[in-house]
Structure formats: structure tokens, C-alpha cells
């Protein structure tokens, strides 16, 4: 199931407290998935479970009969596509009422956004190794509709931008502390806690592989510096310079050429000697080079 699935199966287990609530939430799935019709309104939906809820609710609320007109089935998802429509003598009437509502009251708001989610909504979650991150988005038929919909978001701080993709409009928010706020504005409580199991795993992988990264970084300039400390070390033995320096030197010169692939605490161990002290042996033969 995808996280978008998961979250509109968590938002259909709770209906509006009111009937102006109610239609907030109707006018939302209408902007997003519907339409004005010229003998009342439709909406599409490819969910069984979000089609059956938004019935329920029109008809409860409104005295709306909503009856399934069409089913086109969708070969790239594998899924009907749904057409439910509601006509009559009192259809346009119902109509206007849905769509010329006003939102003015935080509740009315919140089922605004709910139904928009239900409506056209999507949420993608970043999986594994994958570069794509997180993602929420809705889509609205018209620019007013979207403005309207991040006007109604900026109540709650929900701050989301704005695209236009083909004929259609998109609201939008990458941000991962966006969609979390968006979740726990609308009450999706299974939904953020899985949300944030998610977020917490990818930043704890990616401090890993920052880690494991940085890690490497300091293995390669380790081995860079030892390949050219026994460099150094191998001309001075060479040329016979290596012979006349203290005891302690030259021990430290045999064990780096003996091991040169030691860190400086392997091979301060090695000698049993303090790593600051191995570190100023190994400083010291450095600044024979050349001479």
C-alpha cells in the first residue's frame, strides 16, 4: 500500500462535526477531482474507500444522491476510474451552495484541506538509497482554487508553492517539517508516526554513510601520507643516511617501512609509544627529505 493510500484510509474514518464542515470538505473534492456540470456536478475517484466516503458525506449533509455514471479503467495504474454524479431538479442549486461557500471558521478550513487531500492528494515518501525526497502535493483545476488552498494552508503556517503542470495547477511542499505539520494538523496521527519512523531512519542512514564517508576520506590522506613517509624513509636508507640517526629514529623508520600500511595509533602501539610521540618521531625524519 502506498503512504498515500495509507493516509486517505486514516482520513475517511472520521466524518465532519457539522454540516458546514461538511460542505468545506465536498467544495475541496469537488475543486480537486470534480466539476460543474450542465445539469449539476461529478467528481472522479479511483478509490473505492474515499468515493464511498465523499458519498456518504453528501448525502448526510447536503440530501445529495450521488449515483455512480461512469467507469473507465485506467491501464498505467491498473485501476477504475470512477464517475459519480448527481443531477436533478435541485442539482445546480446544491451546486452553488457547495462551490460559492465561504471557509471562514478553522474547522471549515481543516475539512478544506482534508477533502483536497482526498480529492487530488499525494504523498511520497523517499525509499532505500533512492535521490528522490519527500514530497506532498495537490492538484487543483484552476489557479484561483490553488491560490485559495494555500491561502486557507497559511492559516495553520502550511506553506507550500505554487506550479502550473499542463492545464492543471499544483500545490506543493518538499519539506519534510511541511508535510509533517500537515499530517498532524489534520489529525493523521498512524500516518505522521510512520512519517516520522521514516524520516528518522533515512537521517540516521545518512549520518551513517556521512560517517562511513568521512571515514574513507581520512583512510586515503593516512595512506597518502605513509606512502610517502616510506618513500622518504627508503631514500634515506638508500643513501646510508638512515644508519647515523638516534636509536629511537631509526626504530620508528623500520617499524613505518616494515608497516606501512599502520595508522599512527596501530603504529604507536607497535612501539609502545604515545601516539604525540610517534607524531613527533615521524616529523622529525620528515625534515631530513633533502638533506
Do not use: W
Request: proline fraction near 2%.
Amino acid at each position: 500500500m502506498s503512504f498515500t493510500t495509507s493516509i486517505k484510509r486514516e482520513l475517511v474514518k472520521s466524518f465532519p462535526a457539522s454540516i458546514e464542515e461538511s460542505r468545506a470538505l465536498l467544495q475541496a473534492v469537488l475543486k480537486t477531482c470534480g466539476e460543474r456540470t450542465s445539469d449539476g456536478f461529478a467528481f472522479v475517484s479511483e478509490n473505492e474507500s474515499v468515493a464511498a466516503y465523499v458519498i456518504a458525506i453528501a448525502e448526510s449533509a447536503c440530501n445529495v444522491r450521488m449515483t455512480l455514471t461512469e467507469a473507465v479503467r485506467d491501464p498505467k495504474h491498473g485501476r477504475d476510474k470512477l464517475t459519480f454524479s448527481h443531477t436533478g431538479n435541485d442539482a445546480k442549486e446544491r451546486a452553488e451552495e457547495i462551490f460559492s461557500m465561504s471557509i471562514y471558521s478553522d474547522e471549515c478550513a481543516l475539512a478544506f484541506l482534508k477533502g483536497a487531500f482526498l480529492g487530488a492528494g499525494s504523498c511520497i515518501l523517499p525509499r532505500g538509497d533512492a535521490k528522490t525526497g519527500y514530497h506532498l502535493e495537490f492538484v487543483f483545476q484552476t489557479i484561483d482554487d490553488a491560490k485559495l488552498f494555500a491561502e486557507i494552508g497559511d492559516r495553520f503556517h502550511l506553506l507550500g508553492g505554487i506550479v502550473e503542470r499542463g492545464e492543471k495547477f499544483v500545490v506543493y511542499c518538499k519539506s519534510k517539517e511541511g508535510i509533517g505539520d500537515f499530517l498532524s494538523v489534520l489529525g493523521a496521527d498512524n500516518s505522521l508516526k510512520t512519517f516520522e519512523k521514516t524520516v528518522a531512519a533515512r537521517e540516521e542512514n545518512n549520518n551513517r554513510n556521512r560517517l562511513e564517508n568521512c571515514m574513507a576520506g581520512n583512510v586515503d590522506r593516512s595512506l597518502t601520507v605513509s606512502a610517502r613517509q616510506v618513500r622518504v624513509l627508503n631514500e634515506m636508507k638508500e643513501s646510508g643516511r638512515l644508519f647515523v640517526l638516534p636509536l629511537p629514529l631509526r626504530q620508528t623508520a623500520e617499524a613505518r617501512l616494515l608497516n606501512p600500511t599502520f595508522t599512527y595509533s596501530e603504529l604507536a602501539e607497535h612501539l609502545g609509544i604515545s601516539r604525540s610521540c610517534l607524531q613527533h618521531r615521524l616529523d622529525k625524519l620528515m625534515s631530513f627529505q633533502g638533506n
